[in-house]
């Protein structure tokens, strides 16, 4: 019965620094790598940060106009001359 006491312990032991080296890993990668990524990806993938206007194309360098409606549009190299025949408003 002793024995079987003491197994247990250890087993309890054992599980509780299983589990609490997972936490502290799970911890490091939240607050790691995995986050920084997640806040880049939620940077770049807001509209009319880094895509064109009008061809929802991504580009690395964009042009920003004011359109018709007042709203502010970011315009790609290719659709650049169109943005320009329309006579938008350069910013
Ligand atoms: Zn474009």
Request: glycine share 6%; proline share 1%; with cysteine.
């Amino acid at each position: 019965m002793k024995l079987l006491i003491t197994a247990a312990a250890v087993l309890a032991v054992v599980f509780l620094a299983v589990w609490f080296r997972r936490r502290i890993q799970n911890r490091q990668a939240a607050t790691g790598k995995v986050v920084q990524l997640k806040a880049r990806r939620k940077v770049s993938g807001q509209a009319g940060v880094n895509r064109c206007s009008f061809c929802k194309k991504k580009a690395k360098r964009l042009s920003f106009y004011a359109n018709e409606g007042g709203r502010v549009i970011g315009v790609c190299d290719i659709c650049k001359p169109q943005a320009e025949r329309r006579a938008l408003l350069r910013l």
